[in-house]
């Protein structure tokens, strides 16, 4: 006869207790997770089970996020040099709509003119109408170079005022993590906060559009966010090296400058980047295409004089 082993009912009914709460725990996850699908920057999460001892049932380690960071690493980059490519192709868009040949008063179309003049004239010397009517396509040339170079110019400003956006939204981002990290470090007591990782990481992600980032996890949840290619932190869990766009006009450039000892940076991707070396550099869109004008009037006036 087999020997019957007495069962203790409050250990099973524990047992039983766990396995509802974990499962309970398991489902508002699944729950959560269908809740957030169309939420931006939000993460899948997954309860993860573990054993209780010896026979004693089930338990909810932690509500894990299931990210990989790897992969975070590779779009980052991907992130970096795209935000740089649309701020140069959006240059590029409003340039081309100041130089190009729209409404048939470009600079091509008026040098046309002009020197259709010029032969008109060599035919016709002593005719008034037509030695009046080059003057007049004269005038035309150099008042349509003065307005394409003013517009020029006028983006060269313009870009001026939009790297201090971009500066500015970048600082907003760098203030708004900081704060997160006093909300994580806060919330690591309890459960993990990963709605909270999952803000900090947009908010990482809007920041690396802009001026291209690199950042390395911390045990206490947060993250340092340092300015990608130079090492420079920009964020060091609730301590932020805000960023600071100044003018030069010995150089003729706008200067970006990193904290309060105002260390000298230069982005190399995000959108920053593309403005500042559309702005900045001699060989750069605007001052290129008003180095090209310059060339290109200096060498009609040559001719016509000669």
Known sequence: MSAIYPVNIFGTLNVARRALQAQQSALQTVGHNLANVATPGYTRQRAELVSVGTQNGVDVAAIQRL???????????????????????????????????????????????FFQGLEDVATSPTDQAVRATVVDAGARVASTFTAVRSRVSQLKTDLTTEIQSQVTEANSLLT??????????????????????DRRDQLVSRLNEIVGVSTSDRPDGTVQVALAGSGILLVDGTTTAQL?????SVTDTVDLTAGVAATAVTPLSGALAGTADARNLSTGIVKQTLTDLDSLARTVITRVNR
């Not at 470090?185 to 909270?196: H, K, R, V």
């Not at 600071?244 to 030069?248: D, K």
């Open 67 to 113: 990210r990989d960071r790897f992969a975070d690493a590779a779009v980052q980059r991907e992130q970096q040099a795209l935000g740089k490519s649309q701020a140069q192709a959006d240059l590029l868009q409003r340039l081309e709509g100041i130089v190009t040949e729209t409404s048939g008063a470009g600079i091509g179309t008026v040098l046309d003119q």
């Open 176 to 197: 708004q993590i900081a704060d997160l990290h006093r909300q994580i470090a806060i919330a690591q007591t309890g459960a993990s906060p990963n709605d909270l990782l």
């Open 244 to 248: 600071t766009a100044t003018l030069n």
